[in-house]
């Protein structure tokens, strides 16, 4: 299987001075690479019993889908402010260059549901924790979250509850 690590493209200076952005479009545009980089975070899923995938706007969108299919599940999607159009639950986190906030519908999963939450990269780890908060919050249990990989030096995992499964296919 092809080796997607090395598809991984650095990008300075984006979106802001200073950050060092890893740009993962040539994983996706690489067939080969894009199925290698499912394949590696699908793997310690299969057996966890998940109801939902949750991808995380906006590159967690593209990796949660194809882990849903995959997995055999259904897939839900938290976004950025505004752009669901029924009830939201909302969650302000902050990240290595501001704050956002994220959504989810409030109907989106039943109490109880089992999901798995998806995401690009872990940095400083605010996103996933927000995703996890608003799970929680919704009533949810949170089997695991899984990235394509780690930005170790910005110690994102140091945050995160370790009795929770946080998996990366790679890190940097």
Known sequence: MKQWQALVRDIPDFPRPGILFKDITPVLADAEGFAAAVAA????????????????????????A????ALG????????P???????????????Y???R??????ALPAGARVLLVDDVLATGGTLLAARSLMRRQGAEVAGA???FEMLALGGRAHW?????LLAAAAY
């Open 41 to 64: 975070m699908v793997e310690p899923w299969r057996e966890a019993g998940l109801d939902a995938v949750v991808g995380i706007e906006s590159r967690g969108f593209i990796l949660g």
């Open 66 to 69: 194809a882990l849903a299919q």
């Open 73 to 80: 599940t259904g897939f839900v999607p938290v976004r950025k």
């Open 82 to 96: 505004g752009r669901l159009p029924a009830d939201t639950l909302s969650q302000d986190y902050a990240l290595e």
């Open 98 to 100: 501001g704050t956002d």
């Open 102 to 107: 994220l959504e989810v519908h409030v109907d």
């Open 146 to 148: 899984t990235v394509l």
């Open 161 to 165: 509850d370790e009795s929770v499964p």
